[in-house]
């Protein structure tokens, strides 16, 4: 007699060890959980990105901070104000005197003749 729930035992794991194994690779080895749960889990579409999204989330505000500080080294000219600007106040931790000396730099219109 055949079982139609379980998959064949062509590869000598049942569903049900599929499934124990997917389920601890994803708490513990999260990328390699999601693999499996893809490949060989035959769960809803649904539950599947239900449980794909708190590594889309991550994978976005990785990639995110990184763009931000890609963006810092495209604006050279603004980082050097910056740096000057805690030079001239002694510590990044006064705001105010800083952002103050960035103000005054910015709102000085350069003249030419």
Do not use: H
């Not at 999601?34 to 449980?51: E, Q, T, Y």
């Not at 001239?88 to 005054?104: D, F, I, M, P, W």
Request: with cysteine; net charge positive; proline share 4%.
């Amino acid at each position: 007699m055949s079982d139609n729930n379980q998959t064949p035992k062509s590869d000598g794991l049942s569903y049900d060890t599929k499934t124990l194994i997917t389920v601890l690779t994803l708490i513990f080895v999260y990328p390699v959980g999601m693999v499996l749960m893809f490949v060989w889990m035959k769960w809803r579409v649904w539950v599947k990105l239900l449980i794909a999204f708190p590594l889309t989330l991550i994978f976005l505000a990785f990639f995110g901070a990184f763009a931000v500080g890609f963006l810092a080294v495209l604006n050279p000219r603004g980082q050097i104000l910056k740096a000057n600007c805690v030079k001239a106040c002694g510590s990044a931790n006064n705001t105010t005197c800083v952002q103050e000396c960035l103000n005054k730099l910015t709102i000085t219109p350069v003249q030419s003749e």
